[in-house]
């Protein structure tokens, strides 16, 4: 089946670690979105892909950053985690950017110690 | 700017009973609206979504989603609450005229009891 995934599904850092969270997608849609959700909160976008055309959100910390090497794989660099930046973080595709449907992945949970 | 407000954080019916999820949209025009669900410590899943077609919007699971322009809602309903509906529910917006950004609302979690 066509399908959004996410590795890990777990992923434990220290504080200030670089840590890298993967996505890739059998989809082969053109849009590509990463978002942060923390603990009973709706999830936040944090910047998406369109093909290779990178668009970040204005409130986005510096601290976050992304990679879309092609098509079907895209990753979410965390530089210096900090407590704050522990969540699940989701990575969702759509074919296209004009209200279509997006596909989520299962999720990230990130734990920073 | 667009939002969605979802009233109740928490809702609890019992199995058989109506659901009702509210969501009402704030937007100078009528932007398109979506419904998604998330079980525990899983992605979301896309239940319908409303893009100026009909404004009753069937989706999957039983569950459907009237558009009222009037009252600026989009409530989320299903006629008999089954124990697997217990879940997340998520109202969501999207701009019209462009662009596929979602805003969500900030969850309903529904409780199904026996």
């Known amino acids: 089946d066509a399908m959004v995934i996410q590795n890990p599904r777990y992923q434990v850092t220290q504080f200030g670690k670089p840590v890298t969270l993967s996505c890739s997608q059998t989809l082969n849609h053109n849009v590509m979105y990463w978002y942060q959700q923390k603990s009973s909160q709706a999830p936040k976008l944090l910047f998406h892909?369109?093909?290779?055309?990178?668009?970040n959100e204005a409130d986005t910390p510096d601290n976050f950053q992304s990679r879309r090497p092609n098509t079907s794989f895209c990753f979410l660099d965390i530089r210096s985690p900090g407590l704050g930046d522990a969540a699940m973080y989701l990575c969702?595709?759509?074919?296209?950017?004009?209200?279509?449907?997006?596909?989520f992945g299962p999720g990230t949970r990130l734990l920073v110690l | 700017a667009q939002s969605v407000t979802q009233l109740g954080s928490h809702v609890s019916v019992s199995e058989g009973a109506l659901v009702l999820l509210r969501c009402n949209y704030s937007?100078?025009?009528?932007?398109?609206l979506f419904w998604y669900v998330q079980y525990p410590n899983q992605g979301l899943q896309l239940l319908l979504k409303?893009?100026?077609?009909?404004?009753l919007v069937k989706g999957i699971n039983g569950f459907e989603a009237e558009f009222k322009k009037s009252e600026t809602s989009f409530h989320l309903t299903k006629p008999s609450a089954h124990m697997s509906d217990a879940a997340e529910y998520f109202c969501a917006v999207s701009p019209t005229g462009g662009g596929n950004k979602l805003t969500f609302g900030t969850g309903t979690q529904l409780k199904v009891e026996l």
């Open positions: 937007s100078s025009v009528p932007p398109y």
């Open positions: 892909y369109y093909d290779k055309d990178f668009n």
């Open positions: 969702a595709t759509s074919e296209g950017q004009e209200q279509e449907t997006q596909y």
């Open positions: 409303y893009t100026s077609a009909a404004t």
